[in-house]
């Protein structure tokens, strides 16, 4: 780990310059710094979530004046039924007695632009996002695509090389891709009024993390894609969101600290 030390202020101040979290709402209380533990800097690590495997792989590394930046400031769901999980309290403890700060962006970092995970999975895809379509707590998120597939088939191939590991496809729309055109809503999106602005749009794909037909959001979104003739890609959500803090990277680095990606476990029972 570098000795080099930033301060977490000029870390934090640079984060509210680019995601601007004033611009939106939340479904977190908390948005922003969630524990501040130490005022310098050395490294900071990315993770899709707040879990134990993540909290676990960092303070085994016993380092001090380290940052975890993350999308959700909880872990993941425990089920599909449930909300999301709680950071077990031994955490906080060993991470003040480690000197280790956590910040999270959800929504901000959600909202289209460079590092959302719309716009990410796409780029690492090979395809182009050219537009953002999904409204939430105040602000447009998700990817509307441009490809160079014909078929979903095509696409569903992609997808799995793409996010390492099977996904879904539930096919209630057309096999061809009207001109080569997909969406992506990463993680998860419950909207039903979304398959309705995709068959107006002539977009018959949507790409999204959780697609499990067990829980009532889920059969809506079912309902509704079978009723506007919308095909459905799953990739988990974790896996349709990671790509945001892979690309996080840079972006830490360009502040002159050293940064890491924490790779999860996706939850295959989402698919």
Same mark, same amino acid.
């Given at each position: 780990?570098?000795?080099?030390?930033?301060?977490?202020?000029?870390?934090?101040?640079?984060?509210?310059?680019?995601?601007?979290?004033?611009?939106?709402?939340?479904?977190?209380?908390?948005?922003?710094?969630?524990?501040?533990?130490?005022?310098?800097?050395?490294?900071?690590?990315?993770?899709?979530?707040?879990?134990?495997?993540?909290?676990?792989?960092?303070?085994?590394?016993?380092?001090?004046?380290?940052? #975890?930046?993350?999308?959700? /400031?909880?872990? !993941?769901?425990?089920? +599909?039924?449930?909300?999301? &999980?709680?950071? =077990?309290?031994?955490?906080?403890?060993?991470?003040?007695?480690?000197?280790?700060?956590?910040?999270?962006?959800?929504?901000? #970092?959600?909202?289209?632009? /460079?590092?959302? !995970?719309?716009?990410? +999975?796409?780029?690492?895809? &090979?395809?182009? =996002?050219?537009?953002?379509?999904?409204?939430?707590?105040?602000?447009?998120?998700?990817?509307?695509?441009?490809?160079?597939?014909?078929?979903?088939?095509?696409?569903?191939?992609?997808?799995?090389?793409?996010?390492?590991?099977?996904?879904?496809?539930?096919?209630?729309?057309?096999?061809?891709?009207?001109?080569?055109?997909?969406?992506?809503?990463?993680?998860?999106?419950?909207?039903?009024?979304?398959?309705?602005?995709?068959?107006?749009?002539?977009?018959?794909?949507?790409?999204?993390?959780?697609?499990?037909?067990?829980?009532?959001?889920?059969?809506?979104?079912?309902?509704?894609?079978?009723?506007?003739?919308?095909?459905?890609?799953?990739?988990?959500?974790?896996?349709?969101?990671?790509?945001?803090?892979?690309?996080?990277?840079?972006?830490?680095?360009?502040?002159?600290?050293?940064?890491?990606?924490?790779?999860?476990?996706?939850?295959?029972?989402?698919?």
């Amino acid at each position: 780990m570098s000795t080099k030390l930033k301060a977490a202020k000029f870390i934090y101040d640079r984060l509210t310059e680019q995601f601007r979290p004033d611009k939106c709402t939340d479904v977190f209380k908390t948005v922003g710094v969630q524990v501040h533990n130490t005022d310098v800097i050395a490294k900071v690590y990315t993770a899709t979530f707040a879990s134990p495997e993540v909290f676990d792989n960092i303070l085994a590394r016993n380092e001090e004046n380290v940052m #975890l930046f993350t999308h959700h /400031p909880l872990p !993941p769901m425990p089920s +599909l039924q449930e909300g999301y &999980g709680n950071i =077990p309290e031994k955490y906080f403890t060993k991470m003040q007695e480690q000197k280790m700060n956590f910040f999270s962006f959800h929504i901000p #970092l959600d909202v289209a632009g /460079p590092y959302s !995970p719309g716009n990410t +999975l796409s780029k690492a895809m &090979g395809t182009n =996002p050219y537009a953002s379509w999904y409204p939430q707590n105040g602000a447009m998120l998700g990817a509307l695509c441009q490809s160079k597939y014909a078929t979903l088939t095509e696409l569903h191939h992609c997808l799995t090389s793409t996010i390492g590991h099977k996904a879904s496809m539930y096919h209630y729309g057309e096999e061809e891709l009207l001109n080569g055109k997909f969406a992506i809503m990463a993680g998860i999106g419950k909207s039903i009024e979304a398959y309705e602005f995709l068959e107006h749009n002539k977009i018959n794909t949507l790409v999204v993390g959780v697609t499990a037909p067990t829980v009532d959001w889920s059969i809506k979104i079912h309902a509704a894609a079978k009723e506007h003739h919308i095909n459905l890609l799953g990739g988990t959500h974790y896996s349709t969101e990671k790509f945001a803090l892979m690309s996080m990277l840079p972006f830490f680095n360009n502040l002159g600290v050293e940064a890491e990606f924490i790779p999860e476990q996706p939850n295959l029972a989402e698919l």
